[in-house]
């Protein structure tokens, strides 16, 4: 059977990049990770994409005349190379209509709060400032809108503390691990 291959969007340190990755090589995923798309040129999972040999194209959305004008750009980047699904981790911009249409269900994203609560770029603090003591990640199928898109799955934890980035590292193991059982369900479409 034809291995399943996965773009990964990232636009920041690339944890999330390395733990699919990893989870690829170790066999806990049967698909690799043949693309690494980055919105930042200069971020760090550009770093790690190199160290790991992933493919990566990094691009800068000023450089283009429209969404729909790199979304063609990477789509044929991502059709040249037979990628069945898209997984964005960290990758820190709404998705249009070029991607959607042509990776129908087929991209998801990985966000830092038990959504619909706690939406865009600063989850943790937002939920923390709120007083939330029940904290979690969340996976989801991608829409068009900020975070949106049907639930694929959610894992919760209970943080009384006031260490930010203890809760943050906590909550970025907790991703580790949720993305690989969120991949999995998409590889057997059992979601
Ligand atoms: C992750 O916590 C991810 O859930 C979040 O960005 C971080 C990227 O970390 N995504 C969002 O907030 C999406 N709205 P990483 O670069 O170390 O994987």
Known sequence: MKRTKLAVFASGSGSNYEA??????DGRIEA????????????????????????????NPKDYESREAYETVLVSMLEERGIDYICLA???????????????????????????SF???????DAVDYGVKIFGVTTHFVDETLDGGRIIDQAAIVYEG??????????????????????NKLINKKY
Do not use: W
Request: positive net charge; glycine residues 6%; hydrophobic residues 45%.
């Open 162 to 183: 006031s260490d930010i980035e203890e809760l943050t590292n906590l909550i970025h193991n907790i991703e580790h691990k949720l993305y690989v059982k969120t991949i």
């Open 119 to 125: 939406k865009g770029a600063h989850a943790i603090q």
């Open 32 to 59: 690799d990770v043949v693309l690494l798309v980055c919105d930042k040129p200069g971020a760090k999972v550009l770093e790690r994409a190199k160290r790991f040999g992933t493919e990566s194209f990094a691009f």
């Open 20 to 25: 699919i990755v990893e989870a690829c090589r």
């Open 90 to 116: 960290g990758y820190m911009r709404i998705v249009g209509k070029v991607l959607l249409e042509r990776f129908e269900q087929r991209i998801v994203n990985i966000h830092p709060s038990l959504l619909p």
